[in-house]
């Protein structure tokens, strides 16, 4: 168990501080070069800054990633992309609710990634480790698919509905990406995100020039998701 402790800490602290900081320099592209995830840089700005939204968002995903843990002995992916970042951000914005002297800085996220990953990896991985195998039976054919449910309608279904209280630029777009999202990877939520991101910057500075490269992209990503997916054989194209 020791053993277990320790190589949980040092894999949390360098995992935490690793994707904390990278998603606090993504708000800094393209003038620094960023190492974070497009998914974790969308889920943390849809928090605008609130501590208490960053808790819950990252809380949601907690006891998806206890469960798994505890069904299969394995964490999900959602530990450091969305867990410890939005631990870490929380955390800071509860002193002070600047995200520019907090989220956006990396030196302030390394640090309080770091220590949300070591706890949070320690937290789970002891977890999975104490459990008795019958409970951890019970935890994959029950829990699990629980959990799931919160990924998917739940989450998007929230996303959806910030997406509309935003405004209706914003809410269109969302729609419109959260719906194509869904039908090509079975899942509105990372369309939801990347729809907020586009009406948000429609409603701020008008379709310019940023906007319109923006989308293309987008476009360009569902369009190679969509083939290698089999969704354009599926539709008979």
Not at 9 to 32: D, K, N, Q, T, V
Not at 34 to 54: Q, S, V
Not at 90 to 108: H, I, M, Q, R
């Amino acid at each position: 168990m020791t053993g277990l402790i320790i190589k949980s800490i040092i894999i949390g602290l360098l995992g935490g501080g690793a994707i904390a900081a990278g998603a606090a320099r993504m708000f800094h592209s393209p003038e620094s070069q960023a190492m974070g995830a497009f998914r974790t840089l969308g889920e943390l700005n849809a928090c605008k800054g609130d501590p208490i939204a960053h808790f819950s968002f990252g809380m949601g995903f907690f006891f998806n990633a206890a469960a798994a843990a505890v069904a299969t002995g394995a964490l999900t992916q959602d530990v450091f992309h969305r867990i410890v970042p939005n631990f870490a951000a929380g955390a800071l914005l509860l002193k002070n609710k600047s995200v520019e002297e907090t989220l956006y800085d990396p030196s302030k996220m390394i640090v309080t990634g770091a220590i949300s990953g070591a706890v949070v990896v320690t937290f789970l991985n002891t977890l999975a480790s104490v459990i008795p195998e019958q409970l951890s039976l019970i935890a994959k054919e029950i829990l699990s698919p629980a959990a799931s449910l919160m990924i998917n309608p739940v989450m998007p279904i929230i996303f959806w509905l910030a997406a509309l209280d935003a405004g209706k630029k914003t809410g269109v777009w969302a729609t419109i990406l959260g719906g194509t999202g869904q039908m090509i990877m079975g899942n509105a939520v990372p369309g939801l995100v990347l729809g907020i991101l586009i009406g948000q910057s429609i409603e701020e500075k008008g379709f310019n020039k940023a906007v319109k490269v923006m989308l293309g992209i987008i476009i360009a990503l569902f369009v190679i998701i969509a083939y290698f997916r089999g969704f354009f054989a599926k539709l008979g194209l």
